[in-house]
């Protein structure tokens, strides 16, 4: 397989996503050229809807922990049958905040039980992914440290081989530590061709972010990998998750099997506000959520023993992206528009 140029190459090397976004359009081309040019190409019809380069058209796999904490999972399952990103993959994992996987994965089974049964369509049955936080090796070298091989990881490579496209990359949305998606590029160097890494993660900084807390504490060596070899972007925008369904509003869900699931969840989401998960799968399947955004790159390795992972510095041509600002109420609103159309 030919590889896109500069897809492996440390920070600073890559081309930024506007290059990267540019290709896409070229590849497109080309392959209606090849195809005998059978088709009309409309020139908008491969850029972006919002103001990143991958938008609802993109397939997504949502990679996260716990089910009960935020509405992560009812936003991928509900934008998938409303317009938003075709749902690809569900992995659940687990960490020091949703240690017992069992309970993890199966909140997420009975989420797309609850779904299936109020008429969503297109839903994967969600896996459950072990796999300890990555570690750095003695030499400093990403490609030198100890794979996983978790199931996370090779369903990420094998899906990536099935719908990552070049002009439509496959996403990888998270809510959680990026040690999936560090160990599907140890597994196989070449994913990083055919994906591109959207994170619910980190905070925003005077200089650009730092991937800290929250989710960038859980596996900082993991950070620094998918920050320095994948198309990366942050989203460290939140907005108040307890408004999507306020008490005052439980009334008005439908009475299907979803509506019940919500309402059995509302009461006990973590109060955390304003931090949501759900704004990696937003940033993608939402392309008006994405209200401010930046280039920035990795500024640094990490050291061992590190608790969070690398800076990222505003940088004009930087190969990774940086979200700043959402709109929360689109999201709501959409939210409710999809599922007020359930059966």
């Not at 925003?204 to 900082?220: C, E, H, I, L």
Request: negative net charge; contains cysteine; proline residues 8%.
């Amino acid at each position: 397989m030919t590889r896109e140029p500069g897809s492996n190459l440390r920070p600073g090397h890559r081309p930024p996503p506007r290059a990267w976004a540019r290709r896409c359009l070229l590849a497109l081309a080309s392959a209606v050229i090849a195809g005998g040019c059978t088709q009309t190409l409309d020139a908008g019809y491969n850029r972006p809807s919002g103001l990143l380069p991958v938008d609802q058209r993109n397939p997504i796999i949502l990679l996260n922990d716990g089910a009960y904490d935020n509405w992560s999972g009812e936003y991928a399952v509900l934008l998938a049958n409303g317009g938003g990103s075709p749902l690809a993959g569900i992995i659940v994992d687990e960490n020091s905040d949703w240690p017992d996987i069992q309970t993890n994965v199966g909140g997420y089974r009975d989420l797309v039980a609850a779904a299936r049964g109020s008429g969503l369509k297109n839903l994967p049955d969600p896996i459950a992914s072990i796999g300890a936080p990555l570690v750095m090796p003695a030499t400093g070298n990403i490609d030198d440290t100890q794979p996983n091989r978790s199931e996370g990881a090779l369903l990420i490579v094998d899906t990536a081989k099935t719908l990552g496209l070049p002009y439509r990359p496959l996403v990888i949305a998270t809510g959680g530590a990026l040690t999936d998606v560090a160990d599907a590029y140890l597994v196989d160097h070449t994913v990083t061709e055919r994906v591109v890494i959207v994170s619910s993660l980190g905070s925003v900084t005077d200089t650009g972010a730092g991937m800290g807390s929250p989710n960038g504490n859980g596996d900082p060596w993991a950070d620094f990998i998918v920050a320095s070899r994948f198309r990366y972007i942050q989203v460290s925008a939140w907005y108040d998750q307890l408004t999507d369904v306020p008490t005052s509003s439980l009334s008005k869900l439908p009475n299907n099997a979803l509506g019940a699931w919500i309402a059995a969840k509302q009461p006990n989401l973590w109060q955390w506000s304003p931090a949501s998960d759900q704004v990696s799968i937003l940033a993608v399947g939402l392309p008006a959520f994405a209200t401010a955004i930046q280039n920035v790159s990795a500024t640094s390795s990490v050291d061992a023993g590190a608790t969070s992972g690398p800076s990222l510095a505003t940088d004009q041509s930087g190969p990774d992206w940086l979200v700043s600002g959402c709109d929360g109420n689109a999201a709501t609103n959409r939210f409710w528009t999809i599922l007020l159309g359930t059966n």
